[in-house]
């Protein structure tokens, strides 16, 4: 199979390097990637979000298969473009069309949805510039800390959770009369809060069947402790040791089948991967959000994971053959941690050499925001390597990783030391 995968970050590194690995592998484009990436296939200039430029690429270059990686051009519609052009059609696309990604390109869309399904969910309302007294009148109903969405993207910063309902009823003017958040805060979820511990979930589905991936937890604040600003991500770890078999059942019967079971009835076409952000409350799972994607950095520890081949399930979905495919796990645990730039999620410094890379033995480096002039590997992102090594353990492979991290070296370079440790 020749594949053309869409994406530049970590998660597609990681892509990359599981169907690096397919023997049904012709020849791989990623597209732009980066310069980890390079070493697996051929990387590409080529952007994402001009269907136009993807298409020229696809027809020349015979492509049998594209995975998106990212979630803008899904949100956006290329499997809808895809399925609407007579050359096009009968290439496979992995990732929703425009209405499926909804799920996630919009928070009232997907509330709505649990709730015609029964997926258990935070309770919830969504208010406009228009319904913003409201919005007032709901908050006063509710207790802190206030939960406020954005109901669009907004590159992960489209949440906000205050303890004062001061600052909840001005932070709601701001993101509904103000644009805090763009055209993503026209309209705003205000939702519960709920305590708990989270984790995330992962499928592939051709629209019928589906298969499930490993699961795992990934780290948000940029702090230890898991304080300061949201991230991308700053590490994740899998198999979750509190996800016991009698949770993850839960989570099946619950939320991954009613959820497949919904789009089939509703007649929304879904083919691709589905990440459902979970939060377990008492030892009952809720959604807070889906994505139509996989995680990032969670696919840094379910790739190494997946013992399957990742190119098999691929062509299972663009053939609607899912079901007969099999999905083995690697038993070990597996742990990534982020190395990020000086001053990220803030400003922070491009450019910057990265040393030791070559020094690493029994880790995995997938790189995030990095590119190379030859040998040299530079800075080009905020969040720059993950690494990710395997265990008979967790503690055995975070150590692992922890080791690998100290062979490498950039200016500024920063890392969360404390990853996986709330669990263990």
């Not at 009369?177 to 511990?197: M, P, Q, T």
């Not at 304080?227 to 839960?250: E, H, Q, R, W, Y």
């Not at 959604?287 to 139509?292: G, S, T």
Request: some cysteine; overall charge neutral.
């Amino acid at each position: 199979m020749r594949v053309l995968l869409l994406g530049s970050g970590g998660r597609e590194h990681a892509m990359a390097w599981k169907i690096s690995q397919s023997s049904i592998l012709e020849e791989l484009f990623i597209a732009p990637g980066n310069a980890g990436t390079k070493q697996l296939g051929k990387n590409v200039v080529l952007n994402a979000d001009n269907f136009k430029q993807v298409k020229k690429f696809v027809l020349e270059n015979k492509i049998d298969s594209v995975v998106v990686g990212p979630e803008g051009p899904l949100v956006n519609g290329i499997a809808d473009y895809f399925e609407n052009d007579t050359e096009l059609a009968k290439i496979a696309l992995i990732g929703p069309n425009k209405e499926a990604a909804q799920l996630e390109g919009s928070k009232d869309f997907a509330k709505q949805f649990m709730k015609r399904h029964n997926i258990p969910t935070a309770k919830h309302g969504t208010f406009t510039k228009e319904t913003l007294s409201a919005g007032h009148d709901f908050l006063d109903k509710m207790k802190a800390p206030y939960v406020l969405k954005a109901d669009g993207l907004a590159a992960g910063k489209g949440v906000l959770i205050l303890d004062n309902i001061k600052d909840a009823k001005k932070e709601l003017k701001s993101m509904l009369s103000d644009a805090k958040f763009g055209d993503a805060s026209s309209r705003v979820v205000i939702e519960e809060f709920l305590d708990g511990v989270e984790l995330s979930c992962f499928i592939i589905t051709d629209g019928d069947g589906y298969k499930k991936l490993p699961e795992a937890k990934d780290y948000k604040r940029i702090g230890e402790g898991d304080t300061g600003l949201n991230t991308g991500g700053m590490g994740a770890i899998s198999p979750v040791p509190f996800a016991n078999p009698t949770f993850l059942d839960k989570i099946d019967n619950q939320i991954i089948i009613p959820t497949v079971k919904g789009l089939r009835k509703e007649g929304i076409k879904y083919k691709g991967f589905i990440f459902f952000g979970i939060i377990n409350v008492r030892n009952e799972p809720y959604v807070i959000e889906y994505n139509c994607r996989m995680g990032d950095p969670e696919s840094e520890v379910v790739f190494p994971r997946l013992k399957s081949d990742l190119l098999d399930l691929i062509e299972g979905v663009g053939t609607n053959t899912l079901s007969e495919r099999d999905v083995v796990f690697d038993e070990r645990s597996a742990a990534t941690i982020m190395m990020v730039s000086g001053g990220y999620p803030k400003a922070y410094s491009k450019g910057k050499q990265v040393y030791g890379l070559n020094t690493v033995a029994d880790s995995i480096i997938f790189h995030a925001g990095t590119t190379s002039d030859g040998p040299v590997v530079t800075t080009s992102g905020g969040r720059v390597l993950s690494v990710t090594s395997m265990g008979k353990d967790l503690p055995t492979a975070l150590k692992k990783s922890y080791e690998a991290v100290g062979k490498i070296e950039f200016d500024g370079a920063y890392y969360r030391k404390d990853i996986g440790q709330d669990v263990l």
